[in-house]
Nanobody, 124 residues
């Protein structure tokens, strides 16, 4: 059973930092690309989640949304089955629920897996 458990969210002032973690289990983590998505307040769950960052299985390549480039860093520790999102210079518009995500392909079928989300609020 695939599980993705996020932690590390909270309330932070503009310009502050947070580090999110996502502990994964139930699949071959070291073979999987991992992503962080976010959903801003007022949007229905499952609707228009924004892709924030992606990291490939080896950790040697990453991708970021333009809105977070230079401020956020995605990383992973395959020995701990954990992916991280370091968020610096946070802005009020970064306020959202942040979700960990992966995709598995099994016999040609694609399966999406999401964590439960962790709330990040940027406010003074």
């Amino acid at each position: 059973q695939v599980q993705l458990v996020e932690s590390g969210g909270g309330l932070v002032q503009p310009g502050g930092s947070l580090r999110l973690s996502c502990a994964a289990s139930g699949f071959s983590f070291s073979s999987a690309a991992m992503s962080w998505y976010r959903q801003a307040p007022g949007q229905a769950p499952g609707k228009e989640r924004e892709l924030v960052a992606t990291i490939i299985s080896t950790g040697t390549s990453t991708n970021y949304a333009d809105s977070v480039k230079g401020r956020f860093t995605i990383s992973r520790d395959n020995a701990k089955n954990t992916v991280y999102l370091q968020m610096n210079s946070l802005r009020p518009e970064d306020t959202a629920v942040y979700y960990c995500h992966t995709i598995r392909s099994i016999w040609g079928s694609i399966y999406d897996h999401w964590g439960q989300g962790t709330q990040v609020t940027v406010s003074s």
